[in-house]
């Protein structure tokens, strides 16, 4: 306070030539049209001081050099993020009241950034985001149940991963069918979804589960209305696709007998990491031939819809070398598989960072 009062001396000084300072003042001295702000290089923690102040605006600069170069904006509306406030009003995913919640979201966004963002992408890996948030209770809202989760204290592992993934689809459906309807048309970009499993992928193709997943989960797992089927089916333009490994997969119908049954019972499979005997302790092993497969199933079975591969990159130890022969030689074999897919659309890289163990030789 002491230092806006300074400041706020040297305004007068500087302006009207008078020495008038006073150390007693609030916010209700000043007009409500006056406001006070701030500047930061450090947004993440100090944003949240801001706020805590009770300051009204926040200058920032726009990065000219990343700006001007020309490169595709693609957006993504949710990345394993939600308003507090929504979670703490009705339970953020877990309600239907989330849906017309993110379509205003949504609303704002393609409002404001459509003229310059020409690919939208809706949620990020929905059915990776109910697994860590509801079932195994590792990222927020941190919902679990014992024995399946980490550390809980509310949730439910056997159904809540369902509910949330269902509510986020219906979401989505609504956002594409409000980008399609309202701005596609003069805007001239595209919607789609990043999906991770066959859970996601089939009810925005065929407009519901599998057959075989909703005999498995039973009531559990929410029903589209015919409505809702309707919406929801044909609701992208792409897919956006994540691919990190391969795997083989082994039926375990045996999970499918136990009585207090979780998600990943229901899918009544074993799956084993297709490893190369080459592989460096940390990494990836590095099987293009899955991705490749993994698109010709997408040919084959989803009517071979546009592609955007949005991750897929090797993880290597923190602190490593700057001779980065692994991912070098990751790119270079996905890379190079893809050419056999030439169909895809583009291809990213995640660059993914992970901790040396302890135990170790640095």
Known sequence: MASLSFLLCLVL??????ILCVEQFNRDDFPPHFVFGSGSSAYQEDIQLMVETGLEAYRFSISWSRLIPRIQPHVTLVHDDLPQALEDEYG???SRNVVKDFTVYADVCFRNFGDRVLHWTTFNEVNIFALAGYYFGLTPPQRCSPPFGTNCSNGNSSSEPYIAAHNILL???????LYKNKYQGRQQGFIGINIYTYWIINPVVFGDYPEIMKKNAGI???AFTELESKQVKGSFDFIGVNHYGTYYVKDDT???KMDNRDVMADLAIQTILVEQGDTPPGELPITPSGLVGLLEYFQQFYGNPPIYIHENGQRTYRNTTLQ???RVRHMHGYIGGLLDAVRTRSHGIWLINLQKPVNEET
């Open 13 to 18: 000084i500087n302006t009207v030539g008078l």
């Open 171 to 177: 979401a989505h459906a609504s956002a594409a069918n």
């Open 92 to 94: 953020g995913w877990l």
């Open 220 to 222: 559990r797992i929410p």
């Open 324 to 326: 980065d022969i692994g």
């Open 254 to 256: 045996n999970s499918l």
